[in-house]
């Protein structure tokens, strides 16, 4: 059974050695460990017992927007609606904090749409977003990645 859970500073060695191809392919930023024990209250996990099998990072940027970070789920547990069950929860807890918007950039808009997310035009995204996260990124500055928007009611 896989279970939902809030990580801890323990966690990261794992949660990083779960994202190797994904971040050689550019679907997902590399993060150094500093990076995410200081963000380390965004991340949510999946774990089948002691495994960690996926996570995301519920970034908050501003009073209206937050953001869905560094999704991923093991290559051999894909298929089995972890993702979502990881969007949905993230989406749940941008709800409880009183956020608005959840923004998403990605190169799977069809997984987004599915949950609810619409498609912008990247102009409308914050620019401090482009200048402390795409920079860091091997498609900066010709990056395909559409940017999503899940609105809360
Ligand atoms: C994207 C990812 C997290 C999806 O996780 P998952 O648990 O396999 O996804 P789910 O089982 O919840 O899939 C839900 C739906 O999205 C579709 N989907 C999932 N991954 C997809 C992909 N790579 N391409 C196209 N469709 C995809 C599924 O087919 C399913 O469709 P359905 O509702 O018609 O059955 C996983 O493929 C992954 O880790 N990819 C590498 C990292 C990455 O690209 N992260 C996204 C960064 S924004």
């Not at 993230?90 to 190169?107: D, F, H, N, R, S």
């Not at 599915?114 to 482009?130: A, M, R, V």
């Amino acid at each position: 059974m896989v279970k939902f859970v809030k990580a801890n500073l323990s966690d990261i060695a794992d949660m990083q050695n779960i994202v190797g191809d994904s971040v050689e392919d550019g679907a997902i930023l590399r993060r150094s460990d500093d990076e995410v024990a200081t963000n380390i209250r965004s991340y949510t996990l999946a774990k089948s017992g002691d495994e960690i099998i996926g996570y995301l990072a519920l970034h908050i940027h501003s009073l209206r927007l937050a953001e869905i970070r560094s999704l991923i789920v093991s290559e051999r547990y894909r298929g089995d609606r972890i993702g979502s069950r990881l969007v949905k929860i993230a989406l749940q807890e941008a709800k409880e904090l009183g956020v608005k918007e959840v923004l998403v950039l990605t190169y799977l808009p069809h997984f987004f749409k599915k949950l609810g997310f619409i498609e912008i035009p990247k102009e409308t995204i914050p620019e401090h977003k482009i200048w402390t996260d795409c920079i860091k990124c091997i498609h900066f500055p010709v990056c395909n990645e559409i940017s999503l928007i899940y609105k809360e009611e």
